[in-house]
Nanobody
Framework: QVQLVESGGGLVQPGGSLRLSCAVSGSIFSINTMAWYRQDPGKERELVAGITPGGSTNYADSVKGRFTISRDNAKNTVYLQMNSLKPEDTAVYYC????????????????WGQGTQVTVSS
């Protein structure tokens, strides 16, 4: 019933920028925290940034000052603006959200997007 559809990934040069989007659709009762994770082959998946419904944010130390997470609650969409990109930012980026559905409103479950590749290379 619930889907997370990502867009905005691609290949960019070091120092460049990308903006990722993730739109949630389906029989949604409410969306709590939304977040972006990333993972490279052979590495652990790590939290990049998270945001609450009220707009409170947190970031991994490696992206502070360069990345900005935001959300549009009316559109059920979360964004990740990535500036001053480095080769170390190369990874598959996953959208994540804690969602209560209309058929299960007692508590939320974690949902994941399909992942979008971000490659930073010259």
């Amino acid at each position: 019933q619930v889907q997370l559809v990502e867009s905005g990934g691609g290949l960019v040069q070091p120092g460049g920028s990308l903006r990722l989007s993730c739109a949630v659709s389906g029989s949604i009762f409410s969306i709590n925290t939304m977040a972006w994770y990333r993972q490279d082959p052979g590495k652990e998946r790590e939290l990049v940034a998270g945001i609450t419904p009220g707009g409170s944010t947190n970031y991994a130390d490696s992206v502070k000052g360069r990345f900005t997470i935001s959300r549009d609650n009316a559109k059920n969409t979360v964004y990740l603006q990535m500036n001053s990109l480095k080769p170390e930012d190369t990874a598959v980026y996953y959208c994540n959200a804690i969602i209560r559905t209309m058929s299960k409103i007692e508590y939320g479950d974690m949902y994941w997007g399909q992942g979008t590749q971000v490659t930073v290379s010259s």
